[in-house]
């Protein structure tokens, strides 16, 4: 069984300011995937950022990178420069690759709010 | 353009009246699933599945159905909508499960009321 816990409800940033999002997961799987969801008032969720478990490098996407600490179980999500955009609900994510692969575990959920 | 739809969008409805929620992909997807969203409990997976005829169970799965007899398309059911199943719900694909295959991608969403 997979777990996945933000212990943040809700951040607040200024513009062009960084704020990082914590996140924390507990499984059993070796081989996993984790995940940051973006979900603007629109409700569409937006993949933000994807990471492979075996993979030691962390993920980036523009101004979007990640801390992957694989023995603490922590997946934090950085985003540099923040913009209005990103005002959004965040949420991270993960993935069993192997037999109990299917489920999509999410936490749940932290606002954030850049302010101007 | 490559997408997931859902309809309807919104709904509100009436306790026991039978109701199903499409979700349909055009990006040739395996994988697909559905999810109901509540405040403070993130995203819940209802029940997915692997391929045509092949669905299992997510989390909470009490009182509903899905089928997949295509491979485009996969409705969720409520045989008998309750107060409780008032939620957002969420479709999803994705290629498959392995390596690179498993990114999720999101339909719109369905804001469903049941009164």
Known sequence: AQTVTQSQPEMSVQEAETVTLSC????????????WYKQPPSRQMI??????AY???????????????????????????SQLGDTAMYFCASVAGGTSY???TFGQGTILTVHP | ??????????LITVTGKKLTVTC???????????????????????YYSMNVEVTDKGDVPE??????KEKRNFPLILES?????????????????AGGRNTQYFGPGTRLTVL
């Open chain 1, 24 to 35: 924390t997961y507990d499984t059993s799987e070796s081989n996993y995937y984790l995940f």
């Open chain 1, 55 to 81: 993979k030691q490098q962390n993920a980036t996407e523009n101004r979007f990178s990640v801390n992957f600490q694989k023995a603490a179980k922590s997946f934090s999500l950085k985003i540099s420069d």
């Open chain 2, 1 to 10: 353009e490559a997408q997931v739809t859902q309809n309807p969008r919104y």
């Open chain 2, 63 to 68: 009182g509903y159905k899905v089928s997949r």
């Open chain 2, 24 to 46: 349909s992909q055009n990006m040739n997807h395996e994988y697909m699933s559905w999810y109901r969203q509540d405040p403070g409990l993130g995203l819940r997976q209802i």
């Open chain 2, 81 to 97: 909508p309750s107060p409780n199943q008032t939620s957002l719900y969420f479709c999803a694909s994705s290629w498959g499960l």
């Open chain 1, 47 to 52: 993949l933000v950022i994807r990471q492979e």
């Open chain 1, 102 to 104: 299917g489920k999509l």
